[in-house]
């Protein structure tokens, strides 16, 4: 017997048919003999809905009272879900975030899990009951309602499993897997039967909504086995899906790539002409951090003649924002002029293995040339390299370099 935290997110839930197959599922778990935790997400579309609504009350809504609606979505879901559980001759409970003692700090609409109090929930567990949680939510010390911010049932339901020292935490989604890159682009992408939290961490940092990267964050830190599986295949039929977890557990020898990502929210701003003088690049990017706008892969050049170009890329709806701060402060930095682009791609090649395989950015380099795609720039990790190219080549990038990696075929 196993302890199982599923969570079910806004698609699976998002229809009283489909919270039904979610209860089928769950029913199906706890008949194995495992102790099942739920955790879900409000259906699909609510929580748009209930954010529209409090905007029509204030045009920039009140953050303590935005989580109070908010945090109603999940609220309908537990409810319905343990209802259909009891038609099924299931014991289940349904906890709010609230209820079950998930405190949090008092940042609204993005708090963080500062501790969860498991004592309610291994109760229930321990009576036969089914326990669903709702997800996205917790409490501050005062009592006040706070939410995690967008994808926060993913993090739920990783602390949840954490508190409890589960044995696996299933994520259910649309999809029944993390692939090599995204099959409607490269047909002959392969689903992955395992995956570090470090190549997790990049994909999902890199574009992948597979999973939210928070949740991957924290599963890495406290080492709880993530396992991705689809809601909408037939009971009884579903795969395997991809484990998340930690190198350890897989195989010695991993492919030297196990995925190409890639991310068209990207625009890049190139200041021309800045004194090469320390504090430069801290003059540059300190006003836009004082923006709140992220700032994502960074190049300087070569000085000469005492000036030097430094460009960098923001995410591109913050493109025209970025732009205007840096006219404002062009003068005082002494920068000849501020030039930008906001039809670039990052393409990026990830894998653990590539930590004991050489060659693998020239190959990388080789093959984009080959096809005639430019590089703007360039960043590493020690399990990454990402490139910045024209957008209108990224699809191309992305097919010819699965290729080239040989991520169609399955490692022997």
């Given at each position: 017997?196993?302890?199982?935290?599923q969570k079910y997110g806004g698609t699976s839930v998002a229809s009283?048919?489909?919270?039904?197959?979610?209860?089928?599922?769950?029913?199906?778990?706890?008949?194995?003999?495992?102790?099942?935790?739920?955790?879900?997400?409000?259906?699909?579309?609510?929580?748009?809905?209930?954010?529209?609504?409090?905007?029509?009350?204030?045009?920039?809504?009140?953050?303590?009272?935005?989580?109070?609606?908010?945090?109603?979505?999940?609220?309908?879901?537990?409810?319905?879900?343990?209802?259909?559980?009891?038609?099924?001759?299931?014991?289940?409970?349904?906890?709010?975030?609230?209820?079950?003692?998930?405190?949090?700090?008092?940042?609204?609409?993005?708090?963080?899990?500062?501790?969860?109090?498991?004592?309610?929930?291994?109760?229930?567990?321990?009576?036969?009951?089914?326990?669903?949680?709702?997800?996205?939510?917790?409490?501050?010390?005062?009592?006040?309602?706070?939410?995690?911010?967008?994808?926060?049932?993913?993090?739920?339901?990783?602390?949840?499993?954490?508190?409890?020292?589960?044995?696996?935490?299933?994520?259910?989604?649309?999809?029944?897997?993390?692939?090599?890159?995204?099959?409607?682009?490269?047909?002959?992408?392969?689903?992955?039967?395992?995956?570090?939290?470090?190549?997790?961490?990049?994909?999902?940092?890199?574009?992948?909504?597979?999973?939210?990267?928070?949740?991957?964050?924290?599963?890495?830190?406290?080492?709880?086995?993530?396992?991705?599986?689809?809601?909408?295949?037939?009971?009884?039929?579903?795969?395997?899906?991809?484990?998340?977890?930690?190198?350890?557990?897989?195989?010695?020898?991993?492919?030297?790539?196990?995925?190409?990502?890639?991310?068209?929210?990207?625009?890049?701003?190139?200041?021309?002409?800045?004194?090469?003088?320390?504090?430069?690049?801290?003059?540059?990017?300190?006003?836009?951090?004082?923006?709140?706008?992220?700032?994502?892969?960074?190049?300087?050049?070569?000085?000469?003649?005492?000036?030097?170009?430094?460009?960098?890329?923001?995410?591109?709806?913050?493109?025209?924002?970025?732009?205007?701060?840096?006219?404002?402060?062009?003068?005082?930095?002494?920068?000849?002029?501020?030039?930008?682009?906001?039809?670039?791609?990052?393409?990026?090649?990830?894998?653990?293995?590539?930590?004991?395989?050489?060659?693998?950015?020239?190959?990388?380099?080789?093959?984009?040339?080959?096809?005639?795609?430019?590089?703007?720039m360039i960043s590493t990790s020690e399990i990454k390299i990402s490139?910045?190219?024209?957008?209108?080549?990224?699809?191309?990038?992305?097919?010819?370099?699965?290729?080239?990696?040989?991520?169609?075929?399955?490692?022997?």
């Amino acid at each position: 017997m196993a302890l199982i935290v599923q969570k079910y997110g806004g698609t699976s839930v998002a229809s009283p048919e489909r919270i039904k197959n979610v209860a089928r599922r769950v029913a199906s778990w706890q008949a194995k003999g495992h102790q099942v935790v739920v955790v879900v997400s409000a259906m699909s579309g609510e929580t748009n809905r209930l954010i529209s609504l409090a905007k029509e009350m204030q045009a920039v809504p009140d953050p303590r009272e935005l989580d109070v609606i908010a945090s109603t979505g999940e609220q309908v879901t537990i409810g319905l879900l343990s209802m259909a559980l009891m038609n099924l001759g299931v014991k289940a409970r349904s906890y709010t975030g609230g209820q079950v003692r998930i405190l949090t700090d008092s940042a609204f609409n993005k708090a963080r899990i500062v501790s969860i109090d498991d004592a309610s929930i291994r109760r229930d567990l321990d009576g036969g009951s089914v326990v669903v949680v709702a997800g996205f939510q917790g409490v501050d010390e005062n009592g006040n309602i706070t939410t995690l911010g967008r994808g926060g049932s993913d993090t739920s339901a990783v602390a949840i499993a954490t508190a409890l020292q589960a044995d696996e935490c299933q994520i259910y989604t649309d999809v029944d897997g993390v692939y090599t890159t995204d099959p409607r682009i490269v047909p002959e992408a392969r689903r992955l039967e395992k995956i570090t939290f470090e190549e997790m961490m990049e994909m999902a940092s890199l574009g992948s909504k597979v999973l939210q990267i928070r949740s991957v964050e924290f599963a890495g830190k406290y080492k709880v086995k993530l396992r991705v599986l689809s809601s909408l295949e037939d009971l009884g039929r579903e795969g395997t899906g991809t484990l998340i977890t930690t190198e350890d557990d897989i195989m010695m020898e991993q492919p030297t790539i196990s995925g190409i990502a890639f991310n068209r929210d990207e625009a890049k701003l190139t200041v021309l002409g800045v004194p090469d003088r320390p504090g430069i690049a801290y003059q540059i990017l300190g006003p836009v951090a004082d923006a709140n706008i992220d700032v994502d892969m960074i190049i300087q050049n070569v000085g000469h003649d005492g000036t030097t170009d430094f460009s960098f890329t923001v995410p591109r709806g913050e493109f025209a924002r970025t732009t205007a701060i840096l006219e404002q402060i062009r003068g005082h930095i002494g920068a000849r002029q501020i030039t930008g682009d906001n039809k670039i791609a990052k393409v990026s090649v990830v894998g653990v293995g590539m930590r004991s395989h050489v060659g693998i950015a020239s190959k990388m380099f080789r093959t984009l040339a080959e096809e005639g795609i430019n590089i703007q720039m360039i960043s590493t990790s020690e399990i990454k390299i990402s490139v910045v190219i024209d957008e209108k080549y990224l699809e191309l990038a992305v097919r010819i370099l699965h290729k080239a990696f040989d991520l169609d075929h399955a490692p022997a």
